[in-house]
């Protein structure tokens, strides 16, 4: 199982490093009426888990793709630059998360699940607050709303589980 989760993470980190560009939230989207829709898309699977002897530990539906997407909040400033940005924050006021991997200075990934190096979000209205330190020492700061829509998709057929040789070694003494 651990090494389920390792893959999983460093998975989740090539994921998120070459993803390239996200949905851009739009300028006007400053109030609740004018929120941008964000649509988080989840994938569900039916999943059969096998231990080191070959028996099914588990038969049921389990999430295969986690519901997060990319996002970019732009500065309003019509010169900016990727290279004009010297620091860059990000909040969700209706979550209270503060933490996402920031890339480019603008491009951040929301998750609906709760997690590290992305951006916490729930269904319905999220204002993120931001800010943005520019090489020339002015700032920016703001409110974007989005209204974030989660589907969910189930997949066809079965993915099965199998623990390596590696992990069905018994342990020397």
């Not at 994921?15 to 949905?23: F, H, K, P, R, V």
């Not at 964000?38 to 099914?56: A, F, P, S, T």
């Amino acid at each position: 199982m651990k090494s389920v989760l390792t893959i999983s993470a460093l998975l989740l980190c090539a994921w998120n490093l070459t993803a390239c560009s996200g949905q851009v939230i739009s300028e006007d989207a400053t109030t609740p009426e004018k929120a941008s829709t964000v649509v988080i898309e989840k994938h569900d699977q039916r999943v059969k888990r096998y231990n080191c002897d070959g028996n099914l530990i588990s038969d049921k539906i389990e999430e295969v793709k986690p519901p997060r997407v990319m996002i970019e909040i732009h500065p309003k400033r019509s010169d900016w630059s990727y290279e004009t940005i010297s620091y860059s924050q990000f909040k969700n006021v209706k979550t209270g998360d503060d933490f996402a991997t920031i890339y480019d200075g603008v491009k951040f990934v929301i998750d609906y699940n709760p997690g590290y190096y992305n951006l916490h979000v729930n269904k319905g209205l999220n204002e993120i607050k931001y800010r943005f330190d520019f090489t020339d020492g002015e700032t920016e700061s703001g409110s974007r709303f989005i209204d974030v829509h989660l589907q969910t998709e189930r997949l066809d057929g079965i993915y099965e589980v199998r623990p390596s040789e590696e992990e069905c070694k018994e342990p020397e003494a």
